[in-house]
């Protein structure tokens, strides 16, 4: 199920992306939605990428609050809002407050 996720959600927002390519620039809102689209876009895939192929700290979190994943060489990173890696060290990671 995770896999079909992983393949659909970036599909449909990029044919949202490309919707919003069709329509033509007013005051500058519309080149400002594509950027926001593309990095919503990136940041999805990104993330469903190492939800499948990277394990995630379940105990630990980012700077800001962020779902901290270990990638193959054990090494600490969160996905940004613009879909990049940030590699984090561990002294850097804050434990999970449970309610």
Same mark, same amino acid.
Do not use: C, W
């Given at each position: 199920? +995770?896999?079909?996720?992983?393949?659909?959600?970036?599909?449909?927002?990029?044919?949202?992306?490309?919707?919003?390519?069709?329509?033509?620039?007013?005051?500058?809102?519309?080149? +400002?939605?594509?950027?926001?689209?593309?990095?919503?876009?990136?940041?999805?895939?990104?993330?469903?990428?190492?939800? !499948?192929?990277? +394990?995630?700290?379940?105990?630990?979190?980012?700077?800001?609050?962020?779902?901290?994943?270990?990638?193959?060489?054990?090494?600490?990173?969160?996905?940004?809002?613009?879909? +990049?890696? !940030?590699? !984090?060290?561990?002294?850097?990671?804050?434990?999970?407050?449970?309610?």
């Amino acid at each position: 199920m +995770k896999k079909i996720k992983f393949l659909i959600i970036p599909a449909l927002l990029l044919s949202f992306q490309a919707m919003a390519q069709h329509q033509t620039p007013s005051d500058g809102k519309v080149g +400002k939605t594509i950027n926001k689209i593309g990095n919503k876009t990136a940041e999805v895939a990104v993330k469903g990428a190492s939800a !499948v192929g990277d +394990k995630k700290y379940d105990s630990k979190v980012g700077p800001g609050g962020q779902t901290i994943y270990i990638n193959k060489h054990s090494r600490y990173y969160y996905v940004n809002g613009r879909g +990049k890696k !940030v590699y !984090v060290s561990k002294s850097k990671l804050r434990n999970v407050h449970h309610r």
